[in-house]
């Protein structure tokens, strides 16, 4: 596959992730936010392959490009880029850190004339990030942060020694550091569960991976399908968008919730839809938005289409 191939399907994560209902607390084909709509993450699908295009061939040399920026421009851009487009709030923070690595790792393994298998792109994804990453990098990071604001990072957190993405100096402070990219989402693995799969080589989004699978191979339906990936992630009770905003005890009541839909069959099954249908109204009524669940199915996603590359919906 050449870069533009890989883009694509790639990209595809973030369209079907979104298309996927009910998903209890995000926006789905049926349900828009007051500032994000359905359509914002069709739009940023598209800008999506454009920007991993880039991505993909950073991979190729990759060598080539020590200590320049590799990652973080292309975070940035694609934040950029996607909300200039739609004109509302941040639908693709989330997915674009898991995602850019993913599609330098293609780009790695690609060009080594090796094949695209899902153990060694996660393995890359991360390994070339913990090697390649520079502090321009993590300058672009803070960048994309601070022109988004999302409300789970606050000026108030305790970031320890590494700077708050607020504070007017980041740029000069992350250069005396000589913080990394690497370092910056190392740093944050305990409270930030995207920074957490980069690091670990996504094993989240593989396990999600694995799920989405076997869910498709006993011949439920693809709608079904996500949204039972995403109902499996929500049980694990690791979305750190709702730990930090809503605290840990409403966490393990909805991973106990979601575990419930799974146990009953999943959204495919009466019970399980009736009660899926039910928390989804819960969390929508109290604002309850599992954003970090929703990244990490779209990678789940993203990587079943890129390594299946045919027939994906109707295989």
């Not at 994000?36 to 454009?50: A, G, L, N, W, Y």
């Not at 022109?147 to 005396?176: A, H, M, Q, W």
Request: net charge positive; aromatic share 10%; proline share 2%.
């Amino acid at each position: 596959m050449n870069a533009s191939e890989v883009s694509l399907l790639l990209s595809l994560g973030i369209g079907l992730e979104v298309s996927a209902y009910p998903k209890p607390g995000n926006v789905h084909r049926l349900y828009d936010f007051h500032d994000i709509r359905f359509e914002d993450f069709i739009i940023t699908s598209h800008v999506f392959q454009k920007y991993l295009t880039t991505a993909v061939k950073r991979g190729f040399k990759i060598e080539k490009k020590r200590n320049k920026v590799i990652y973080g421009d292309v975070i940035y851009q694609i934040t950029k880029c996607s909300m200039e487009i739609h004109g509302g709030g941040n639908v693709c923070l989330g997915t674009s850190i898991l995602l850019v690595p993913i599609a330098v790792a293609c780009g790695y393994i690609i060009y080594r004339n090796k094949e695209l298998k899902v153990n060694n792109i996660l393995k890359y994804a991360s390994e070339l990030v913990r090697k390649y990453s520079t502090i321009a990098d993590a300058v672009y990071l803070y960048r994309a942060i601070r022109r988004i604001r999302p409300s789970y990072i606050r000026k108030s957190d305790d970031t320890g020694e590494f700077p708050n993405v607020y504070v007017k100096n980041y740029c000069k402070l992350l250069r005396e550091k000589k913080l990394r990219f690497w370092d910056v989402l190392k740093a944050s693995i305990k409270r930030d569960i995207i920074s957490f799969e980069v690091i670990n080589m996504y094993s989240n989004s593989m396990d999600a991976h694995n799920f989405l699978v076997n869910r498709l191979s006993s011949g439920i339906d693809w709608n079904n399908a996500v949204v039972d990936t995403y109902l499996y992630i929500l049980s694990k009770g690791i979305d750190t968008m709702v730990i930090r905003e809503h605290g840990e005890e409403k966490m393990k009541y909805i991973s106990k919730n979601a575990k419930e839909i799974l146990d009953l069959g999943g959204s495919s099954t009466n019970k399980g839809y009736e009660l899926l249908t039910k928390l989804d109204r819960e969390l929508r009524e109290k604002g309850i938005n599992p954003g970090s669940s929703a990244d990490i199915t779209a990678t789940a996603i993203s990587i079943y289409t890129l390594t299946h590359k045919k027939q994906i919906i109707h295989s």
